[in-house]
């Protein structure tokens, strides 16, 4: 069994910048992607950007060369790095865990960007 906990949610003005953090704890294999997801109201979940245990990055169009995201495999964390992020970009972040052909997510942090 695996469990993510997301943290570093919150409200930020457009332009700024905030980062996300997800840990993964329990039953984790040493090949696996992780990844962030998002939802807005009225809007079905979406994707945002993965990163492979190798280190492999891809990103949403929406949010290319704005976001980053890395992951630290000694610690089981994936971090997503939002710089000049846009109203369109509120909603709440989940992240995801796959491996082995089963996914786990998160319980989801809400990021609000004011303009």
């Known amino acids: 069994q695996v469990q993510l906990v997301e943290s570093g949610g919150g409200l930020v003005q457009a332009g700024g910048s905030l980062r996300l953090s997800c840990a993964a704890s329990?039953?984790?294999?040493?090949?696996?992607?992780m990844g962030w997801y998002r939802q807005a109201p009225g809007n079905q979940r979406e994707f945002v950007a993965r990163?492979?245990?190798?280190?492999?990055?891809i990103f949403d169009a929406s949010v290319k060369g704005r976001f980053t995201i890395s992951r630290d495999n000694a610690k089981n964390t994936v971090y997503m790095q939002m710089n000049s992020p846009k109203p369109e970009d509120t909603a709440v972040y989940y992240c995801?865990?796959?491996?082995?052909?089963?996914?786990?997510w998160g319980q989801g942090t809400q990021v609000t960007v004011s303009s």
């Open positions: 995801k865990l796959e491996q082995m052909g089963y996914e786990s």
């Open positions: 329990g039953s984790i294999s040493s090949i696996n992607d």
């Open positions: 990163v492979t245990s190798s280190g492999t990055t």
